[in-house]
């Protein structure tokens, strides 16, 4: 007698997430993440703030604008939907009205800042779902070890494009036109001394 078929993940599914935690369908398995501890959202607000004005779809930060920033967004990729830290998409590609919770256009960028808890995950399913979408950039940042990895979807596959660790400046695609200072993302162990 064959194994029972497990029961594949449904969107109402979510909804039984406790709220402490960030819920994903990866590949029908249901996934529950705790939520990011605060070296994690502080690195997520940096790099946001950093990148945000500059590129925001009108270019209010004097950069060449023309992109649409989201935290923690639902997406639907098939039948997937992903949770990333950070998600980009250009602006014409962003849908103008949506139905739903979820974005049903795969991001052109998306950065996910990696964690113990969420590493697995973040690299070894997630990374796969949106190269099979073709999502053209990520980004994996890891502030407990001050890292940041860029990578190219090339032929459906991914690229390392550059990796950079603790003060390094960085340039890098999608984003050519700034430089990031990888230090400000991170958070120091505890308050200033004065």
Request: aromatic residues 10%; contains cysteine.
């Amino acid at each position: 007698m064959s194994e029972l078929a497990k029961k594949m993940a449904a969107y109402d599914d979510l909804y039984d997430i406790p709220d402490n935690m960030v819920g994903e369908i990866i590949d029908g398995e249901l996934i529950a993440s705790p939520r990011p501890a605060p070296g994690h959202q502080h690195a997520t607000t940096a790099l946001s703030n950093i990148i945000g004005p500059f590129y925001d779809r009108l270019g209010r930060g004097g950069g060449p604008g023309g992109w649409v920033f989201l935290y923690e967004v639902e997406i639907k990729l098939g039948e997937n939907i992903l949770v990333p830290d950070l998600a980009g998409w250009k602006a014409e590609r962003f849908p103008a009205e949506v139905e739903h919770n979820w974005i049903p256009v795969a991001p052109d960028w998306i950065c996910e800042f990696l964690s113990p808890s969420t590493l697995r995950t973040d690299k070894i399913k997630k990374m796969p779902v949106y190269a099979r979408f073709e999502v053209a950039h990520a980004w994996l940042i890891n502030p407990r070890d001050k890292t940041l990895d860029t990578y190219r979807l090339e032929s459906g596959r991914w690229s390392l494009l550059a990796s950079f660790v603790e003060n390094d400046q960085v340039s890098a695609e999608p984003f050519p036109e700034i430089e990031i200072s990888l230090a400000d993302l991170w958070l120091e162990s505890g308050p200033a001394q004065k």
